[in-house]
């Protein structure tokens, strides 16, 4: 009797150190999605086709793709889930016909968010899960503009 209970003990410390622990979204590396970039807004606000930016912004955000979600989030300043009262009309309304014409299928207010490129640069786009789909590049911080102080 006591032979088949120490089989089943080592039985089960055997299966709990295989088991590995369920990986959450901060954990994981950031993956860049560019499956919901609006088109209409490099037209009309950035003035330039996508495939010229690619290059640039893929160029500035390389140091996010070797960050993990937690070390992105924990610069809360710079890169953080944005508040869609904030935004401009422009940016608001074009949001809306995203989530309408289903370009963008997500809860949009608790999943937009903001990664600062440099000085005023700005991508925004979804985060899911680990992925991030990039919708706008901002150039200018129009989509969330900030109120300037003391003029």
């Known amino acids: 009797m006591g032979n088949n209970n120490t089989k089943k003990a080592k039985h089960r410390t055997q299966e709990l150190k295989t088991k590995q622990a369920p990986i959450t979204t901060s954990d994981n590396l950031i993956e860049f999605r560019y499956d919901s970039v609006d088109e209409e807004v490099l037209k009309a606000k ?36 944005v508040d869609t009262n904030g935004m401009s009309k422009y940016y608001k309304e074009r949001l809306s016909i995203l989530v309408r014409d289903r370009i963008i299928e997500s809860e949009y207010p608790e999943r937009l968010f903001s990664l600062r490129l440099s000085g005023i640069k700005r991508i925004y786009g979804i985060q899911e899960d680990k992925k991030f789909h990039v919708i706008w590049f901002d150039p200018h911080h129009e989509v969330y503009p900030s109120v300037k102080k003391h003029t």
């Open 46 to 81: 950035v003035r330039c086709p996508w495939i010229l930016l690619d290059t640039f912004i893929k160029k500035c955000m390389n140091d996010f793709a070797s960050m993990k979600w937690s070390e992105i989030k924990q610069d809360d300043k710079n890169n953080h889930f």
